[in-house]
């Protein structure tokens, strides 16, 4: 019997049961060490990386809970256009695909799908409303950069009530929050695992 396995991108082969010491290490913390690497050096497309949803399952359900609420009472295009800007900020491909796809189903038109990335070029294939939704994304995702100007504020508190609002900014936290499991867990654009 032969076993294969992969650190640091090398493929190695031997016989099962050899001996296979790193560094003067007993067998047994070898293989702890390597099994700790390869999660943590694994190639980008969620190999051997944490899966949150199975072992953070409470986690996860109250993250998918809070996202359910924050929608509530927004116009499904503008939680896309949100959700599409934020995967944009964060270079979250997984989520900009699955977001995409999401919008499109809805009846999004590419035009606007294309725009979403310099919609600040581009105001006339958005609303007022969505401006400042994008706008306030754009402050929210980025708050280390300068925090939440009051002027970007006040444009989005003119557009939404207050109960609108505050759920435009917890969508705004959630996607950042599913962006962030998304990076960190290696999630490959195309393969929506909802």
Not at 155 to 160: I, K, L, S, T
Request: charged share 25%; proline share 4%; net charge negative.
């Amino acid at each position: 019997m032969v076993m294969t396995h992969t650190v640091n991108d090398t493929q190695t082969t031997h016989p099962a049961g050899a001996d296979t010491r790193l560094d003067g290490e007993t067998p047994a913390r070898g293989a702890t060490r390597n099994a700790s690497r390869a999660r943590t050096e694994a190639p980008a497309g969620g190999d051997g990386r944490l899966d949150f949803a199975k072992s953070a399952p409470k986690a996860f359900r109250a993250l998918v809970g809070f996202d359910t609420a924050a929608r509530e009472g927004l116009e499904p295009a503008l939680v896309e256009l949100i959700q599409i800007r934020a995967s944009h900020l964060n270079h979250c491909a997984y989520c900009l695909h699955m977001h995409t796809n999401d919008a499109r189903r809805a009846g999004e038109s590419e035009d606007r799908l294309h725009m979403v990335a310099v919609w600040r070029e581009a105001p006339h294939f958005f609303t007022e409303r969505e401006r400042a939704a994008l706008e306030l994304t754009d402050a929210v995702t980025l708050v280390a950069d300068g925090g939440v100007p009051a002027d970007v504020h006040a444009r989005a508190a003119a557009q939404f009530d207050d109960g609108e609002l505050a759920h435009v900014l917890a969508l705004i936290l959630t996607i950042n929050t599913w962006n962030r499991i998304a990076l960190v867990t290696a999630r490959t654009a195309g393969t929506d695992g909802r």
